[in-house]
């Protein structure tokens, strides 16, 4: 469960053209279709989370701070963000300034640029694990 990218996208067709794209490269990923079906997903464990902009409002800015903020020290769950104009909307600004281990891509994104990204993510993420993992035995 670690590895897999759990995608909330709720509009259009950002999430299953995303999941179709980490598919072809062997990642795993969920999509969650509601607010709802995230919250569920996260204590279950996520290699990076992969949202876009207009998620953020009304309640999935506050749902993902509040995870973030209930991790362990350790931890650090990446979030890719998707957006419209870089850092230029309040929603973003505040995303940047509280939801730590953050990265945005401006849309439209390359297919490549994408899935780089997520494999930095999620290679990152489970070399944190590793050495805490070896720290632990040793």
Aim: charge should be positive.
């Amino acid at each position: 469960m670690e590895k897999r990218v759990l995608i909330y996208a709720p509009t259009g067709q950002d999430a299953p053209l995303a999941a179709r794209m980490l598919a072809m490269v062997h990642i795993d990923s969920s999509i969650c279709a509601t607010l709802a079906e995230l919250a569920r997903q996260l204590p279950h464990g996520a290699g990076c989370v992969l949202t876009v902009e207009e998620a953020l409002a009304p309640g999935g800015f506050v749902l993902l701070h509040e995870h973030v903020a209930r991790q362990p020290t350790w931890s650090d769950l990446p979030i890719l963000l998707l957006t419209h104009r870089g850092a230029d909307s309040l929603a973003v600004r505040q995303a940047v300034a509280a939801l730590g281990n953050l990265t945005l891509l401006e849309r439209p994104v390359r297919t490549l640029t994408l899935v780089a990204s997520l494999q930095a993510l999620l290679r990152a993420r489970q070399a944190v694990r590793g050495a805490r993992g070896g720290a632990a035995q040793g």
